[in-house]
T-cell receptor, first 112, second 113 residues
Framework: KNQVEQSPQSLIILEGKNCTLQ??????????LRWYKQDTGRGPVSLTI?????NTKSNGRYTATLDADTKQSSLHITASQLSDSASYIC???????????FGSGTRLSIRP | NAGVTQTPKFQVLKTGQSMTLQCAQD?????MYWYRQDPGMGLRLIYY???????DKGEVPNGYNVSRLNKREFSLRLESAAPSQTSVYFC????????????FGPGTRLTVT
């Protein structure tokens, strides 16, 4: 069964600290993996996308990594800011594009 | 350029009532989607339209119908609302069906009592 699992479910860190969110997937055959940021009361917005051949992608203070062999991805946030408080959703597509599986997200709270 | 817009933002229905959620995009995208988001669960696809004139069922289509009115607009109809349909509904669009980035609307929070 195609699944996308994220951990932790929620995380609280102090402003300025770094953090890493995890995503494990069983979607096969794999096409690409996206990380989305969803602010409270808003729709998700894409942060990064990685295909099978890419193992790292950055977008400002956000760096995503992908290990296609172990089917794991991580999203690292550097020098967190209050505006990083949001849910982060991992989304995996299969190569036929018939399946786009959303993880349930990690809710990140940044405390001043 | 408004992106993806949805109306209404909030709605309360009684069990058995019907309503239509409206969605429009101004990015000239071919594909449009309707999702529901429930606490503790990932977004689940209700219906999608790969291109104007076509619609297909997603993961959770029961109790819903859709209409792709034209290239810009994609509506979702609840014919007889049930409490299990209490959720936040998101419309999204992408250039084409597949791994392209999806652009999401702000969502409609629906409560069925």
């Amino acid at each position: 069964k195609n699944q996308v699992e994220q951990s932790p479910q929620s995380l609280i860190i102090l402003e300025g600290k770094n953090c890493t969110l995890q995503c494990n997937y069983t979607v096969s055959p794999f096409s690409n993996l996206r990380w989305y940021k969803q602010d409270t009361g808003r729709g998700p917005v894409s942060l990064t996308i990685m295909t099978f051949s890419e193992n790292t992608k950055s977008n400002g203070r956000y760096t995503a990594t992908l290990d296609a062999d172990t089917k794991q991805s991580s999203l690292h946030i550097t020098a967190s800011q209050l505006s990083d408080s949001a849910s982060y959703i991992c989304v995996v597509s299969d190569s036929s594009a018939s399946k786009i599986i959303f993880g349930s997200g990690t809710r990140l709270s940044i405390r001043p | 350029n408004a992106g993806v817009t949805q109306t209404p933002k909030f709605q309360v229905l009684k069990t058995g009532q019907s309503m239509t959620l409206q969605c429009a995009q101004d990015m000239n995208h071919n594909s449009m989607y309707w999702y529901r988001q429930d606490p503790g669960m990932g977004l689940r696809l209700i219906y999608y339209s790969a291109s104007e004139g076509t619609t297909d069922k997603g993961e959770v289509p029961n109790g819903y119908n859709v209409s792709r009115l034209n290239k810009r607009e994609f509506s979702l109809r609840l014919e007889s609302a049930a409490p299990s349909q209490t959720s936040v509904y998101f419309c999204a669009s992408s250039v084409d069906r597949g791994p392209d980035e999806q652009y999401f609307g702000p969502g409609t929070r629906l409560t069925v009592t």
